[in-house]
């Protein structure tokens, strides 16, 4: 419980910090303050460190469930309930770590309402939640995880700079 707490304070801090770079940075475009939630944003160096900030919020959004799902799978190995009661489990425990991650991107729509954000809100959610399922039916290390994860983050970052 206290891993979720602490998400909730890190997901706290990310949107004020997102938040409050136009105060920081009055010249900031809406375009580059949406860039800061997708992709890398390297001048002013300030938003090159919010942006990785914002990075490592994606990979925690994702490696923690996955981590507390694939603590699960090995009592769910031994009894074997159904798919529902699964499905019961599951979601509790990937909702408090979805629901920060959607509102990150979706508040970039408060400042730039464009056909690119809303498609790189759909990549993102997309991404997430297809990490999330092959990780979990998949039997791989923690190493490996953490290193699919950050690198998926990574590359949608890059593709996100050259096409945003």
Same mark, same amino acid.
Request: hydrophobic fraction near 60%; charge should be positive; charged fraction near 10%.
């Given at each position: 419980? &206290?891993?979720?707490?602490?998400?909730?304070?890190?997901?706290?801090?990310?949107?004020?910090?997102?938040?409050?770079?136009?105060?920081?940075?009055?010249?900031?475009?809406?375009?580059?303050?949406?860039?800061?939630?997708?992709?890398?944003?390297?001048?002013?160096?300030?938003?090159?460190?919010?942006?990785?900030?914002?990075?490592?919020?994606?990979?925690?959004?994702?490696?923690?469930?996955?981590?507390?799902?694939?603590? %699960?799978?090995?009592?769910?190995?031994?009894?074997?309930?159904?798919?529902?009661?699964?499905?019961?489990?599951?979601?509790?425990? %990937?909702?408090?770590?979805?629901?920060?991650?959607?509102?990150?991107? &979706?508040?970039?729509?408060?400042?730039?309402?464009?056909?690119?954000?809303?498609?790189?809100?759909?990549?993102?959610?997309?991404?997430?939640?297809?990490?999330?399922?092959?990780? %979990?039916?998949?039997?791989?290390?923690? &190493?490996?995880?953490?290193?699919?994860?950050?690198?998926?983050?990574?590359?949608?970052?890059?593709? &996100?700079?050259?096409?945003?």
């Amino acid at each position: 419980m &206290a891993r979720k707490l602490y998400f909730w304070i890190y997901f706290s801090i990310v949107f004020i910090v997102i938040r409050f770079v136009p105060t920081y940075l009055p010249l900031i475009t809406n375009h580059q303050q949406a860039g800061l939630v997708f992709d890398f944003t390297a001048k002013p160096f300030y938003l090159l460190m919010v942006s990785i900030f914002n990075l490592l919020f994606d990979y925690v959004s994702l490696i923690m469930p996955v981590m507390e799902l694939l603590s %699960i799978q090995i009592f769910l190995l031994v009894r074997k309930p159904s798919l529902r009661s699964q499905f019961k489990s599951y979601v509790p425990i %990937i909702l408090h770590y979805f629901v920060p991650y959607v509102l990150i991107k &979706a508040f970039v729509l408060s400042t730039e309402r464009s056909m690119s954000v809303l498609v790189w809100i759909g990549i993102s959610i997309i991404t997430w939640v297809i990490l999330l399922v092959f990780l %979990i039916n998949q039997r791989y290390s923690y &190493a490996k995880v953490t290193t699919i994860i950050l690198t998926t983050f990574i590359f949608s970052r890059i593709l &996100a700079t050259i096409m945003f």
